[in-house]
């Protein structure tokens, strides 16, 4: 069917249509009320009627009654339950917080090529409902990734495919930076020129709406200037698990009540990789233990035999995702938590702020771009050792993460996935962490 440029038509391969409809259909695959806002020739009707979900209810929209008849007689044809409108969807406020899955190749149109009072309309609703000012200069698609996230319920899976220009332009940040407090980006994925006759790179974005929108909004014009914030601005710190005396803590198999005991974490040297595995077990203050008067009584008898007195016999456990030993020696390095245990106050223990994924975190902390900054800021100890106090590594000034964009955070979350889960030695991390610093934030 002819496209109509003026309307900023571009048609989605049946084969990329497809594949974006099974995907989206993994991440929910009880979705029953779905979105298509710029529905074309039905290329996503026809995608989702290949999976066979008949208990669906399918709404369409498209502004070319062209779009609108074609969807309708198709939608009508596959049995397929639901209504195509022939409208303007990002002037429909009816839809907000109603759909289970939206899927769209939404329209490619200038800001200048917008009617002024339509763009006035569209940015003035975006903006009360988002709480953001919407980038003046944003092409329609934008629009559309925005209004979509409203109009999903929350855990709604949004999946789209949109010009590369939203991670490649000052409008496109904004709008992702926007996306990011209502949403979290599960994937993206680049494909190569996909749209006949138009030579320019694709995203497809996978996004799941969360249940409370975060607090803060990464903006992304931030200047220069900040490229470098004290940690303490990017973690939240603390020293680990602190132990009046380690001895009577420490739990043996053959303990009375070792079924009381918790995993914990001690020597670094003891590892083999960058990932932190249990080490040692110990009595720590849990719920389930205050209730048996006879542990208790044991725990007491224990303490009393080193001069502890029984106060000191409940220890709170300190974890997080991330822990640095703070004497170094060698290379310094961040491990990581995976099962989120608790670890000896050889250790300082963090996790991000502004719900920055840990794993990235962990990533970055691992390149000689923040390694090196540690290092400079620790006092020499004597024989090859250096110590960091605690609140000499909250000031370390390191490379602001804030400034990398939601889809660049994406790619590194999948790329930590893929190192924590395959076990990768820590000069290979450091390698690749390394390279990653370099090619994102410009830093050698």
Partial sequence: MELDETLGQVWTPDDIANEMVREAFVLSPNAKKILDPACGPATFSKAINQLNFKEIELICYDVDPRMYNFTSHVNQKLELRGETRNQDYLLDSSL???????????????HERIQR??????????????GASIDKKSNLFALFLLKGILDLAPNGILCAIVFDAVQNSAYGKKTLSILNKYAELISTKTVIAPFKNVLIDAQILLYRKREKQISSVIEHNVSKSNLFIPLEELLKSRRGTALPKR???????????YSYSSPFFIKQSRLDGLVIKPDQRIYLNNSESERVADYQEWMKERLEKYNISENKKNVNPIKGGIAFN???????RHLWNKDNIALSDNFYVSDPK?????EVAWLLLNSDQYLNRFIASARNQGNG??????YEYKNVLLPN??????VEIAELSHLSKSLIQSGAQPKKVQEIATNVVKKLMDLQ
């Fill in 96 to 110: 907000e917080s109603n759909f289970d899955l939206v899927i769209m190749n939404p329209p490619y149109i200038r």
């Fill in 117 to 130: 009072e339509i763009k006035e309309n569209y940015h003035q609703y975006l903006s009360t409902k988002l």
């Fill in 247 to 257: 001895a009577p803590f420490l739990a043996n198999i053959g303990d009375k009540y």
């Fill in 326 to 332: 703070y004497y170094i020696r060698n290379a310094p």
């Fill in 354 to 358: 502004n719900d920055f994924p840990a």
């Fill in 385 to 390: 050792l250096l110590k960091l106090q605690l």
């Fill in 401 to 406: 993460w804030n400034l990398l964009s939601p």
